[in-house]
């Protein structure tokens, strides 16, 4: 009787976190880059790189993966409270670094992580991608 | 109509983790009626909360790694999307923000550069 | 009407108890810490989602649903440690099902009421009592409590750490609340407590403290809404006391943060409903006609309470009713509010005489009131010498900056101006 209830126990527990885990997550995409990167790039090497880009984002388009992919414009303001005073400054290369972003659909952290490393803009120097899990609680909402 | 994505910043995981339950709740109303506002009135897309841990893909001596997301440094907590006319209205709208009166908030606000042919 | 996606007013704090209670009750009393572990990190989620996605339609349900996952996750993780420690110990362990967790409205007034008799301990000081309370069963933070009680935040952590020690290695056994009655007196006096700390005069943190009489209040009806008590008439007349109480709260300062006494307190500020709610409460009580201290004590704060003006209270009926309190409770604090009703019925000597022949308990039991009270009734008097030796001696033993003030307005009162 004992070892059913704990069988029960162990089972729910694990339904529960696959559950969590099969239900397809949302994933942002910050992609970061030191400097304006395309804009150092010759006009050849441009076209290449968006096209390379391109093919990436509508591969995992069609592979029903991607909810949105933008990229940012450079300009930008930042407003900042501190203590309750609100300020206002212009984003400079300096303080910013988020050129675009994608929202993902990925099974779990690991999936979305090798999205972001199929992402054929590492084949230049320089590029981030941050990875960060859109929250979500599974059963709600 | 433009479109503006604004990140929510900020040094800590929460500015707000260390308040009492009941400033807590206060903060959870205002922010919480301020973007209902935006939704009901058609500015917000979509407003989301993203979780803290998470990993960075970079690349390092020619090869692709997955670092630990960096806590210490400024995180972003979460994001606006935004529909304005322009963007000192987008500018506007975040400054009506309400968490700014609680705890040392950043947003950045950046328009988006809309690419056809996606979605 | 409530609007939609308004939280009502305390519903951090109050789901906060409430979660902790039903999921103690799952885990077991002695993992009461890991209960308010999970449900900080549910309130937290909520703070972090509800301030993207707004506050959802049904928030306590949100919440719910947050923990209750949470805590399954923390007992499969533990079952899953202990699997590998040893299947010995697992097969020892004491498992629950993890349907156990049930947050439907009977469980979650019943798993508050077994937390409020774990918080009131029968080996655990008054101090430690409220501390718990505050913190497990209000959500108060420490800081709050501290406020409240006027003490830094590092007494207040000692006497949770005990108090939580205390819980922790009891044999208290929750599972049956049939105890409820047998620790029922420990509860209420509590319970007032917590009331009478909210209830002092005080210039700081008044939000706090009013808060705090309203959380005794709550607690209090917890009380009133068991099905496990049966009889209620001491419950109900706490309750009435507190409402009627409660209900002078917002008169006794002015907006310059000074104490109004009673007899000059503007009656139109004293608020309706809540003597309404005193009143019917106190119908309540007096059906089982069971007198208790708590009964007598509230049909005394009735009859201030209904009074058109000080003096046109009925003292007579006030000074009869602390009569029959005497024979319950025949203590010197008692006594000294007795005097108060002998003044303003028998004359201020009478008073005064009474109340001397009180000094030796007053001598051990250090109350400034009681200075106080001779003070003003010697003032009355025109004895202004003995007056202002017993203002001196009450702002000495006052403990607020409030209280001193005061005193010390009143003691000024009473020099005549000095010619110029």
């Given at each position: 009787m004992r070892k059913t209830v704990l069988l029960m126990c162990l089972l729910v527990g694990t339904l529960t976190s696959m559950a969590q885990k099969s239900e397809s997550a949302k994933f942002m995409f910050l992609v970061h880059s030191g400097k304006n990167q395309m804009t150092e790039m010759s006009a050849q090497h441009q076209k290449e790189h968006i096209q390379k880009v391109g093919a990436y984002i509508g591969g995992l388009a069609k592979l029903g993966k991607l909810i949105d992919a933008q990229p940012l414009a450079m300009e930008g303001e930042l407003i900042s409270a501190k203590d309750g005073q609100v300020s206002q400054k212009k984003l400079t290369i300096a303080n910013q670094t988020i050129a675009g972003y994608y929202v993902v659909k990925a099974k779990d952290l690991e999936e979305a992580i090798a999205i972001a490393k199929a992402d054929p803009r590492f084949e230049e120097n320089g590029w981030q991608l941050e990875v960060r899990p859109i929250k979500q609680v599974s059963g709600i909402n | 109509m433009k479109e503006f994505m604004l990140f929510i910043r900020s040094d800590e995981d929460n500015p707000l983790a260390n308040f009492s339950l009941k400033e807590q709740q206060k903060h959870v109303e205002k922010v919480s009626a301020y973007i209902q506002e935006l939704v009901k009135s058609g500015k917000m897309k979509s407003a989301q909360p993203l979780e803290s841990e998470g990993s960075v893909v970079s690349l390092k001596n020619g090869s692709l790694v997955d670092g630990p997301y960096n806590e210490t440094k400024e995180v972003i907590s979460g994001y606006y999307h935004l529909m304005a006319d322009d963007l000192q209205e987008a500018i506007r709208i975040a400054k009506a923000d309400?968490?700014?009166?609680?705890?040392n908030w950043k947003i950045e606000v950046r328009q988006i550069m809309k690419v056809e042919g996606i979605n | 009407m409530k609007k939609p996606n308004q939280l009502i007013a305390h519903c951090f704090r109050n789901e906060y108890g409430k979660m902790i209670s039903v999921i103690t009750g799952y885990l077991g009393i002695e993992k009461v810490h890991t209960a308010e572990d999970i449900v900080q990190e549910t309130l937290y989620r909520a703070l972090q989602h509800w301030t993207f996605d707004g506050i959802p339609n049904n928030p306590e349900a949100w919440l719910y649903t947050t923990a209750k996952n949470l805590a399954i996750n923390t007992v499969a993780r533990s079952n899953n440690l202990q699997n590998i420690k040893s299947r010995l110990e697992l097969e020892m362990g004491d498992v629950k099902p993890t349907d156990g967790i049930d947050f439907s409205e009977g469980e979650i007034n019943d798993s508050q009421l077994k937390m409020m008799m774990a918080c009131c301990h029968a080996e655990l000081s008054e101090d430690n009592r409220l501390a718990l309370i505050l913190k497990i069963l209000c959500g108060f933070s420490v800081k709050e409590i501290a406020n409240a009680f006027f003490t830094n935040t590092e007494t207040i952590n000692k006497r949770l750490v005990r108090g939580r020690k205390k819980i922790r290695e009891s044999?208290?056994?929750?599972?049956?609340?049939?105890?409820l009655e047998k620790h029922l007196d420990t509860m209420q006096q509590a319970i007032y407590l917590l009331f009478n700390e909210g209830y002092k005069s005080s210039q700081k943190n008044i939000q706090v403290r009013y808060d705090l009489c309203l959380e005794a209040v709550r607690l209090c009806e917890l009380l009133a809404n068991s099905k496990s008590i049966e009889n209620k008439s001491e419950v109900y007349a706490l309750l009435a006391l507190m409402f009627l109480n409660a209900s002078r709260f917002q008169a006794r300062m002015n907006s310059e943060n000074t104490i109004i006494e009673l007899s000059q307190q503007d009656r139109n500020l004293w608020d309706k409903s809540m003597r309404y709610k005193g009143l019917q409460y106190l119908d309540w009580a007096i059906k089982d006609k069971k007198v208790s201290k708590y009964l007598i004590l509230a049909t005394i704060s009735a009859n201030h309470c209904v009074a058109p003006s000080y003096n046109k209270t009925n003292w007579v009926e006030i000074l009869r009713l602390y009569d029959t309190l005497l024979e319950l409770e025949n203590s010197p604090v008692v006594r000294l509010n007795r005097a108060i009703a002998v003044s303003n019925v028998h004359g201020n000597q009478q008073a005064i005489f009474e109340l001397e022949s009180l000094k030796d308990d007053f001598l051990s039991h250090r109350n400034h009131l009681y200075h106080a009270t001779l003070a003003a009734l010697y003032g009355d008097e025109k004895d202004e010498k003995k007056a202002i030796k017993h203002y001196k001696e009450a702002i000495a033993l006052a403990s607020t900056e409030i209280d001193k003030e005061f005193l010390k307005k009143k003691w000024e009162a009473l020099v005549p101006i000095s010619n110029s």
């Open positions: - | 309400p968490r700014f009166e609680d705890g | 044999s208290l056994d929750l599972d049956d609340l049939d105890k």
